[in-house]
């Protein structure tokens, strides 16, 4: 089991920026696919990006594309989510997971380990 903390979150205006970023325990977190989620209030936990083990290749939701980047710094085992052109329906929860390694990446099923989550809230 792998133990993920995210934090950075808060309260930005809309068209601002903030940086998640995810810590991670464990000697193994190189060789897993990570990715982050969001889940605004009354709604389902939706994907919004991952990235390879090595971090050689990432996929995001068309919602996010071209807006955030996700990127991870395995000797410091952290996992990030630069998020830029913040809209208030970015407003979530935002959690990091492990993937386990079998089945879509896009899918919260396929993912063993969550964050206890940080909040994002973008004003207009």
């Known amino acids: 089991q792998v133990q993920l903390v995210e934090s950075g979150g808060g309260l930005v205006q809309a068209g601002g920026s903030l940086r998640l970023s995810c810590a991670a325990s464990?000697?193994?977190?190189?060789?897993?696919?990570m990715g982050w989620f969001r889940q605004a209030p009354g709604k389902e936990r939706e994907f919004v990006a991952c990235?390879?083990?090595?971090?050689?290749?990432?996929y995001y939701a068309d919602s996010v594309k071209g807006r955030f980047t996700i990127s991870r710094d395995n000797p410091k085992n952290t996992v990030l989510l630069q998020m830029n052109s913040l809209k208030p329906e970015d407003t979530a929860v935002y959690y990091c997971?492990?993937?386990?390694?079998?089945?879509?990446?896009?899918?919260?099923?396929?993912?063993?380990?969550w964050g206890q989550g940080t909040q994002v809230t973008v004003s207009s």
């Open positions: 997971a492990r993937h386990t390694g079998i089945g879509a990446a896009t899918t919260t099923s396929f993912y063993d380990d």
């Open positions: 464990g000697r193994t977190f190189s060789t897993y696919h």
């Open positions: 990235i390879g083990w090595s971090g050689g290749s990432a």
